[in-house]
């Protein structure tokens, strides 16, 4: 698996593998929530910087399609002062 997940201290972790539940669980699978899927995270070693995550947040922001909640996220990353301001706004 090649997905990577940012932690907010600006480390970077992959998702390395998926722990299925047991038996039991999956037969139950069509009810929601019952069937849970873990992920195991292995650290990269590498850091991001509060500047490298709000420059990329802002490209992916640029490429969505122009609506009235586009303009002031765009405001709210570009003021954020903290990881967990420029995620979550």
Partial sequence: M???ALVFTGEVYR???RKLPGLARQFFSFIPN???VELVF??????LTIEEVRNHMLAQLYLLDE???KTEWIEKV???R???EIIFG
């Fill in 15 to 17: 998702v390395t593998d």
């Fill in 82 to 84: 903290t990881f967990e």
């Fill in 78 to 80: 570009k003021n954020a």
């Fill in 34 to 36: 019952f069937c849970k």
């Fill in 2 to 4: 090649s997905e990577s």
């Fill in 67 to 69: 609506d009235e909640n």
């Fill in 42 to 47: 292995l650290s990269t070693g590498e850091r």
